[in-house]
C-alpha cells in the first residue's frame, strides 16, 4: 500500500536549483506566475505549455484532483531531476485524465524526471508511459515513488501486448540501439487495467545491448490484463518486496505474475505472487507466478512465495532461437532458484500441466549451463496430475554445474518430477500423502525411488513425511507461508541437505544458515522463530555490542541479567518453551529460573529471572525475526522490547524498552551444540 503524510513541503531526492511551480485546481489561475502557494497556476494545460528546466519542481496540491492528460515538457540534468509532486494537507492529488487519452501522464524522449506521490487515473493504452523514439541513445533517470496508478481501459476494447499498462517504458523496435538507464520505480500501487502490464519496462529489441540498473521495489499490482510486474532487454535488474495478484483479467494470450526476459545479472526477491490466470478466452499459456524467460543470464531467484496460480509456481525457460541481435545467447548460463515456497500451483486443467516447477529449453541448440535448484519447498496439489517438477525437456551444456538439491516435495499426487537425467538431482525430500513416489528420468518411468536409485540416479535423496508446521496453508503472506511451511525438529528434513556452494547467508524466513550441524533440506531451517526455534539451548547476542545474555550465576529470584562476553557457561545458555500463539518462556540453564517483567510495569527498566509463574504474561516472550538471522524479543506484559543500552562492555544491564528497531534491541540466537 502506499500512504501519504499528512504535510508534505516540497522535497525532492535530488538537489534542487531550479524553480518551485504550484497548481492549485481550487484556487489557482492559470495566469499567475505559479511560483507560490498564494499565486498558484491552476490547469494540467497550463503544465503541458511549458517547458522545465534542471531542478525545477511541479508540485500538485493535495486533495485537488486535476482533469486532462498530463505530458510535461523538458529535461533535467545528472542529480538535478524535473520533479512532478505534492504539497500540502490531504489525499494524494489526482490526475483525471479520462480513457479518451492515450496516456494519463506521457514523458516523451527526456530524461532526469522524478514523479512522486501522485495519485494517476486514466488512459485508454497507459497510465504512466515513458517513450524514446531516438536511435543508439541512452535515455537516463528516471524515478517513480509514492505513487498510485488505476483505471487504464481501451475505449475500443483492444488489448495491446508490451507497450500498454499502468507503469509502463518503452523502446522495443521504435529506438534502434537505444536503452534505458537508472529507472527507480518505488512503494507504487497499480491496479486495474484491462491493457497489458502493471509495472513494465522494455528495452530495445534492435540492439545487442541492454537496459541497466532497472530497480522495481515495494510495489503493488493487482488485477491487470496480462503481466504483474515485467522487465524486459534489461542488465542489473532488482525486483524487491513486491506482490502480484489477479494478473490476466483480460488477456488473449499468455499471463504471469512477474517475468523477466533478455536480461543479465538479476535478483528477485522477497517478493509473492498468487491467482495468476488468464481469464478472457480460456488460454492455457503460462499463467504462473514467476517466469525467467528466454535470453536470461546470471539470474538469482529466492526467498520468494508463489502460490494459487493456473498454470506453474516458477519456470525457467533456456534461449529459443533468436532474431539477429541475440543469436549467441541460446545458452541459460547461471541461474539460480533457492529458498522460495511454491504451493497450490498447476489449479486449473487448461493450464497444460507445467507443473510447480518448469524447466525447458527451446530451438536448435538451446541449453542450461549452471542451472541450480536447491533449497526450495514444494506443496503440489494440483488439479490434474502434472509432474511436481516438469523438466522432461531441458538439455544441459559447458562447464558450470547444474542441480537439483536440497528440495522439499510434498505432494498429493504420486507424480514427483519428469526430467531429463543430466541435471543432477540428488539429496531431496520426497513425500506423497498416499503412498509410493513415482519418477521419469529420461524414457524411463520408476515407480519408486528406490528404483531410480537402482539405476544410479538420485542415490542421497530419500522419502518421509516432513512434518511441516502446516503444509495445507492455503494463504497469503511471506511471515504465513515462513510460519506454514516450517519443519518440526524431528522432520527428516533438519541437518539432511548438502552444501551445494554459494548456499547463502539467509533462508526464505530470515534464520542464519546453517542452524545447526549440516543445512536442512526446504526453503526453512528448523532453528528459526515461530514454530521452529528447537527446545535445545541458545546463547542469545546482541547485534551491536556483540555481547551475551548472562545471569551471572546468581539463583535469586529478581537477579538481574547483565551483558558479558561470550563464555561456555550455563549462565548464558537458555531455553525458549513454546506457550502456543508464537509466544515463549525463556529459562536459564545454570539457575532454572524464567526471564521475567517481575516489576510488572510498562515502563522502561529491568529485566530480571524470576521462578516459573504458571504461564504469566510476565514471563511469556514474543520472538520476531527480522531477517538476516536476527530477532526481537518482546514482552507480552509490556509490549515493550529487550534492549541491550547500546553495551560495548561487561555488566551493562538488559532492560526492556519501546519497541525502535535499533541494533540495541536486535538478538541472535545461537545454538549451543
Not at 73 to 90: C, E, P, R
Not at 608 to 637: E, F, H, P
Amino acid at each position: 500500500m502506499v500512504f501519504s503524510l499528512l504535510f508534505t513541503f516540497p522535497i525532492s531526492a535530488f538537489a534542487a536549483t531550479g524553480t518551485n511551480y504550484y497548481v492549485d485546481s481550487v484556487n489557482g489561475n492559470d495566469n499567475n506566475n505559479g511560483t507560490s502557494t498564494s499565486t498558484a497556476w491552476k490547469t494540467v494545460t497550463k503544465i503541458n505549455s511549458k517547458t522545465f528546466l534542471a531542478g525545477d519542481q511541479i508540485l500538485f496540491k493535495k486533495g485537488c484532483t486535476f482533469s486532462g492528460a498530463l505530458a510535461p515538457k523538458g529535461s533535467g540534468a545528472s542529480g538535478n531531476h524535473i520533479n512532478l509532486g505534492a504539497y500540502g494537507t490531504g489525499s494524494l492529488p489526482i490526475i483525471s485524465a479520462g480513457t479518451s487519452v492515450q496516456y494519463a501522464l506521457l514523458l516523451n524522449n527526456q530524461d532526469y524526471w522524478t514523479i512522486d506521490s501522485l495519485e494517476i487515473t486514466g488512459g485508454n493504452l497507459c497510465g504512466i508511459a515513458v517513450r524514446g523514439n531516438k536511435t543508439n541513445y541512452n535515455y537516463t533517470g528516471y524515478t517513480i515513488t509514492n505513487c498510485v496508478v488505476h483505471g487504464c481501459y481501451s475505449s475500443t476494447g483492444d488489448f495491446t501486448y508490451r507497450s500498454t499498462g499502468l507503469i509502463n517504458f518503452y523502446l522495443w523496435d521504435q529506438a534502434p540501439g537505444s536503452q534505458w538507464n537508472n529507472v527507480d520505480i518505488e512503494n507504487c500501487t497499480v491496479y486495474d487495467t484491462t491493457q497489458f502490464n502493471g509495472i513494465g519496462v522494455w528495452g530495445s529489441t534492435k540492439t545487442a545491448n541492454r537496459s541497466s540498473n532497472i530497480t522495481i521495489k515495494n510495489c503493488v499490482s493487482h488485477d491487470t490484463g496480462g503481466v504483474g510486474i515485467q522487465e524486459c532487454i534489461g542488465s542489473n535488474v532488482l525486483v524487491q518486496n513486491c506482490l502480484v495478484y489477479n494478473a490476466g483479467t483480460s488477456a488473449t494470450y499468455a499471463c504471469t505474475g512477474f517475468e523477466l526476459w533478455r536480461s543479465n545479472n538479476a535478483t528477485w526477491q522477497f517478493n509473492e505472487a498468487y491467482n495468476i490466470k488468464v481469464t478472457r478466452s480460456g488460454q492455457g499459456n503460462d499463467n504462473g507466478c514467476f517466469d525467467i524467460d528466454y535470453y536470461n543470464n546470471d539470474v538469482t531467484v529466492q526467498y520468494n512465495y508463489g502460490h494459487d496460480a493456473a498454470g506453474y509456481g516458477m519456470a525457467v525457460l533456456a534461449n529459443q532461437d533468436g532474431d539477429g541481435y541475440y543469436d549467441s545467447d541460446k545458452i541459460a548460463n547461471n541461474i539460480t532458484v533457492r529458498y522460495n515456497i511454491f504451493a497450490y500451483n498447476d489449479q486449473w486443467s487448461n493450464s497444460a500441466g507445467f507443473g510447480n516447477l518448469f524447466l525447458s529449453v527451446g530451438g536448435n541448440g538451446s541449453s542450461f549451463n549452471g542451472l541450480n535448484v536447491y533449497n526450495n519447498t514444494f506443496y503440489h496439489n494440483p488439479v490434474g496430475t502434472p509432474w511436481a517438477i516438469n523438466a522432461s525437456g531441458t538439455k544441459f551444456s559447458g562447464s558450470n554445474p547444474n542441480s537439483f538439491k536440497n528440495n522439499i516435495i510434498y505432494s498429493t499426487i504420486p507424480y514427483m518430477y519428469g526430467i531429463s537425467g543430466n541435471i543432477g538431482v540428488n539429496n531431496n525430500l520426497y513425500y506423497y500423502t498416499n503412498g509410493a513416489a513415482q519418477f521419469d528420468v529420461g524414457s524411463t518411468h520408476y515407480n519408486s525411488l528406490t528404483a531410480v536409485r537402482s539405476s544410479g540416479y538420485d542415490a542421497n535423496s530419500k522419502e518421509g513425511n516432513p512434518l511441516l508446521s502446516n503444509p495445507t496453508f492455503h494463504g497469503t503472506g511471506l511471515l504465513g507461508a515462513a510460519t506454514a511451511f516450517t519443519p518440526s525438529n524431528s522432520s527428516p528434513a533438519v541437518n539432511a541437505g548438502t552444501n551445494v556452494g554459494n548456499m547463502g547467508s539467509r533462508d526464505f524466513k530470515g534464520n542464519a544458515i546453517p542452524q545447526g550441524v549440516a543445512y536442512d533440506m526446504g526453503a526453512i531451517e528448523t532453528n528459526g522463530s515461530g514454530g521452529g526455534i528447537g527446545t535445545g539451548y541458545y546463547k542469545i547476542k546482541n547485534q551491536y555490542g556483540g555481547l551475551y545474555f548472562d545471569n551471572y550465576g546468581s539463583t535469586l529470584d529478581g537477579a538481574p541479567i547483565y551483558t558479558y562476553t561470550s563464555s561456555g557457561s550455563y549462565n548464558q545458555q537458555w531455553q525458549f518453551v513454546s506457550l502456543g500463539s508464537g509466544y515463549y518462556k525463556i529459562i536459564n540453564r545454570a539457575s532454572g529460573k524464567v526471564l521475567d517483567n517481575s516489576s510488572l510495569t510498562t515502563d522502561n527498566g529491568a529485566i530480571t529471572q524470576y521462578a516459573d509463574n504458571g504461564g504469566g504474561n510476565s514471563q511469556q516472550w514474543s520472538v520476531v525475526s527480522l531477517g538476516g538471522g536476527s530477532y526481537k524479543i518482546i514482552s507480552r506484559y509490556s509490549g515493550k522490547a529487550m534492549d541491550s543500552n547500546w553495551a560495548t562492555t561487561n555488566g551493562v544491564a538488559v532492560t526492556q524498552w519501546g519497541d525502535t528497531g535499533s541494533a540495541s534491541q536486535q538478538w541472535v540466537l545461537e545454538a549451543v551444540q
